[in-house]
Nanobody, 116 residues
Framework: QLQASGGGSVQAGGSLRLSCAAS????????MGWYRQVPGKQRESVAR???????NYADSVEGRFTISRDNAANTVYLQMNSLKPEDTAVYYC????????????WGQGTQVTVSS
């Protein structure tokens, strides 16, 4: 399972760091990522990092957010800087393995609220 932490409330321009630790999963050969969702909208991809360490970002967070992973701890992080009110959402971590044995897991979600 995935356990996410690090959400909270900050003012615009502030920073937060999200963490998501995978337990009960022995392999590190999977992609990891962060998604977010606001009420009434579809869940959207924020940042993803491949099993090889390549990262990609949504245009809306490029240059402000940084995704990283610690394979020894099977943990993914999301450093969020220069936060904006439009970043307010529930953030979910995800791990996905697209080759056999395939699997996908979601974290429970952590609320991020940015006030203006």
């Amino acid at each position: 399972q995935l356990q996410a932490s690090g959400g909270g409330s900050v003012q615009a321009g502030g920073s937060l760091r999200l963490s998501c630790a995978a337990s009960g999963i022995t392999s590190i050969s999977h992609h990891m990522g962060w998604y977010r969702q606001v009420p009434g909208k579809q869940r959207e991809s924020v940042a993803r990092i491949s099993s090889g360490g390549s990262a990609n970002y949504a245009d809306s967070v490029e240059g402000r957010f940084t995704i990283s992973r610690d394979n020894a701890a099977n943990t993914v992080y999301l450093q969020m800087n220069s936060l904006k009110p439009e970043d307010t959402a529930v953030y979910y971590c995800n791990i996905r393995r697209l080759w056999p044995p395939q699997y996908e897991y979601w974290g429970q979600g952590t609320q991020v609220t940015v006030s203006s």
